[in-house]
């Protein structure tokens, strides 16, 4: 039962051009979405997040789209450079506490992007 | 200066036996957890622990045990190792849920 899916596990794409990487979710619960960066042999590096409150933010190069009613999101990177190649991981969490500190980050199974120059 | 670090970064070894992934962190959080990342390269939570305490257990077998000497570290234990369990293991720590800082990870290879 996936309740966060990553349906594209690649995508290619020029450098200086868009990167535009997608995740659907189920459960209509999650307060935050969430995208991983990972290179290999590593672990997941935060990227960007966005509150289930609000429909874009934006950081640098990187700009996270939340549509609630479709339950998608995607991920913008312009201009995409070769060394964003790596595998980016969607991801939700339900909080389990009011603080913050506690809760269940539920992942997708990432899509390997490759910038070529 | 690492600031979730896990040791050993390659385990291999017989079915059977037992074994232990470390992991400390020095950024002063309050939760810590375990991931595993299996074949078909799903993220999925196992434990967590906020100030030594267990947060979330999830559906993993009794043979895994964590321990948290300290909110600083949280070590896991594998008994009687299966084929099955084969995978890469993340610790990862954090203040809030939604902003986890992971080690590098341990591949596991059981034979």
């Known amino acids: 039962d996936q309740q966060v899916k990553q349906n594209s596990p690649s995508l290619s794409v020029q450098e200086g051009r868009i990167s535009i990487l997608n995740c659907d979710y189920t459960n209509s619960m999650f307060d935050y979405f969430l995208w991983y960066k990972k290179y290999p042999a590593e672990g997941p590096t935060f990227l960007i997040s966005i509150s289930s409150i609000k429909d874009k933010n934006e950081d640098g190069r990187f700009t996270v789209f939340l549509n609630k009613s479709a339950k998608h999101l995607s991920l913008h990177i312009v201009p995409s450079q070769p060394g964003d190649s790596a595998v980016y991981f969607c991801a939700a969490v339900r909080r389990l506490n009011y603080g913050g500190s506690q809760g269940n980050l539920i992942f997708g199974k990432g899509t390997k992007l490759s910038v070529k120059p | 200066d690492t600031a979730v670090s896990q040791t050993p970064k390659y385990l291999v070894t017989q079915m059977g036996n037992d074994k232990s992934i470390k992991c400390e962190q020095n950024?002063?959080?309050?939760?810590m957890y375990w991931y595993k990342q299996d074949s078909k390269k799903f993220l999925k939570i196992m434990f967590s622990y906020n100030n030594k305490e267990l947060i979330i257990n999830e559906t993993v077998p009794n043979r895994f045990s964590p321990k948290s000497p300290d909110k600083a570290h949280l070590n896991l234990h594998i008994n009687s190792l299966e084929l099955g369990d084969s995978a890469v293991y993340f610790c990862?720590?954090?203040?809030?849920?939604?902003?986890?800082?992971f080690g590098s990870g341990t591949q596991l290879s059981v034979l």
């Open positions: 950024l002063g959080h309050d939760t």
């Open positions: 990862a720590s954090s203040s809030r849920v939604e902003k986890l800082f």
